[in-house]
């Protein structure tokens, strides 16, 4: 079965205090990996895509990579602006553009 | 500016109501989706449409209905026979098939409805 999990579920950070999220999957014919931000009550907005194995993407304080069974997003020196929900998703192989996505990982940043 | 605009923003409804959630993009996106979150857990899949006057069932169709009579509006029904419709709805859209870097979801902004 297609599976994406992302750990950890919540992490609180210090202002400054530089941490890195976790998106594992398990699915078959792996299109495309997806990053997302989501504040609360609002639709998750994009980050990065990320194709191959390798592959690395960087947007402000926000960096994310890929392997053949993870990707991460380093979050380097974070503010409290950066506070949100990080949603990863993977596009699989099939008749549509089917994104599976992870539960999210709620980051606050504390000054 | 393109977008997609979901609404309403909050809704209610009362048991055995049927509710219609809007949801229209002006992005010239072929397909269009509906999903569904819950806390602690992902996006859910209820609905896609990836053609005009055409849409399939998601993970979670039991108890919603979908029409898609023009290429900018995809309008979600939650029916009565949905007994825990309590969530956050998300509508979005993206190009079909896939071309190069955009063919990410763009969302919306979502409508929470609440059942009293």
């Known amino acids: 079965e297609d599976q994406v999990t992302q750990s950890p579920e919540a992490l609180r950070l210090q202002e400054g205090e530089s941490s890195s999220l976790n998106c594992s999957y398990t699915v078959s014919g792996l299109r495309g990996l997806f990053w997302y931000r989501q504040d609360p009550g609002k639709g998750p907005e994009f980050l990065f895509t990320l194709y191959s194995a390798g592959e690395e993407k960087e947007k402000e304080r926000l960096k994310a990579t890929l392997t053949k069974k993870e990707s991460f997003l380093h979050i380097t020196a974070p503010k409290p602006e950066d506070s949100a929900t990080y949603l990863c998703?993977?596009?699989?192989?099939?008749?549509?553009?089917?994104?599976?996505f992870g539960a999210g990982t709620r980051l606050a940043v504390h000054p | 500016d393109g977008g997609i605009t979901q609404s309403p923003k909050y809704l209610f409804r009362k048991e055995g109501q049927n509710v219609t959630l809007s949801c229209e993009q002006n992005l010239n996106h072929d397909a269009m989706y509906w999903y569904r979150q819950d806390p602690g857990q992902g996006l859910r899949l209820i609905y896609y449409s990836q053609i005009v006057n055409d849409f399939q069932k998601g993970d979670i169709a039991e108890g919603y209905s979908v029409s898609r009579e023009k290429k900018e509006s995809f309008p979600l029904t939650v029916t009565s026979a949905q007994k825990n419709p309590t969530a956050f709805y998300l509508c979005?859209?993206?190009?079909?098939?896939?071309?190069?870097?955009?063919?990410?979801?763009?969302f919306g902004s979502g409508t929470r409805l609440t059942v009293v």
């Open positions: 998703a993977v596009l699989i192989s099939g008749g549509y553009n089917k994104l599976i």
């Open positions: 979005a859209s993206s190009v079909s098939p896939p071309a190069g870097e955009g063919y990410g979801y763009t």
